[in-house]
């Protein structure tokens, strides 16, 4: 069992449309990070929060919109996005500091298509 | 731009057999993670090396960093039809920020 949640799991949209991804973690990590994955491919990082503050966005196009509610909740606004963003968008935590910092607690994804 | 090259890309072989993936770079790493992932779930973390020379190993797997900590292998020893999957390495280059290899897809057929 995973112990980042991700919802939905599954997401069907339209070009017009507004949604959101979300993502909690209870296991005190202070970095929440969103990936976005095609297939057969690594993941591709996009934000990074570090103590609920955006430390890293990586030229990520603005209908991305990352928000980090508090330090167990990490959210991805979505708004007029392209099929080309259908992709499986994963987040993950990890510690910082020198033990153990870096290492990604992932989710199980959610899978996102864009018709 | 820092490149980790990790290979071979797709490896399909029977159970019981050996099998060793590679991940190479030109640069130094701070450390070394191997993730495996399945289909339609997030990649897991099955260890991270860290010393130059060090060996690592998780029942039948066995991890190696590099000793300039520029390349890291995994290998896997009888594998087995559990082991399939994609194979993803990833170099620390600093708190928040790894550097991926493009996978390895196994495949371990009964």
């Known amino acids: 069992d995973t112990e980042v949640t991700q919802t939905p799991k599954h997401l069907v949209m339209g070009m017009t449309n507004k949604k959101s991804l979300k993502c909690e973690q209870h296991?005190?990590?202070?970095?929440m990070y969103w990936y976005k994955q095609k297939a057969k491919k690594p993941p591709e990082l996009m934000f990074v929060?570090?103590?609920?503050?955006?430390?890293i966005n990586e030229s990520v196009p603005s209908r991305f919109s990352p928000e980090c509610p508090n330090s167990s909740l990490l959210n991805l606004h979505l708004h007029a996005l392209q099929p080309e963003d259908s992709a499986l968008y994963l987040c993950?935590?990890?510690?910082?500091?020198?033990?153990?910092?870096?290492?990604?607690?992932f989710g199980e994804g959610s899978r996102l298509t864009v018709l | 731009t820092q490149l980790l090259e990790q290979s071979p890309q797709f490896l399909s072989i029977q159970e019981g057999e050996n099998l060793t993936v590679y991940c190479n770079s030109s640069?130094?790493?701070?450390?070394l993670q191997w993730y495996r992932q399945e289909p339609g779930e997030g990649p897991v973390l099955l260890v991270t090396?860290?010393?130059g020379g060090e060996v690592k190993k998780l029942k039948r797997l066995t991890f190696q960093f590099g000793d300039a900590r520029k390349d890291s292998s995994l290998h896997i020893t009888a594998a087995q039809p559990g082991d399939t999957g994609l194979y993803l390495c990833?170099?620390?280059?600093?708190?928040?920020?790894?550097?991926w290899g493009a996978g390895t897809k196994l495949i371990i057929k009964p």
């Open positions: 993950a935590s990890s510690r910082l500091g020198t033990k153990g910092a870096g290492e990604l607690f």
């Open positions: 296991m005190g990590h202070r970095a």
């Open positions: 929060y570090s103590y609920e503050k955006l430390s």
């Open positions: 640069s130094v790493f701070s450390s």
């Open positions: 090396v860290v010393t």
């Open positions: 990833a170099g620390g280059r600093s708190n928040y920020q790894l550097i």
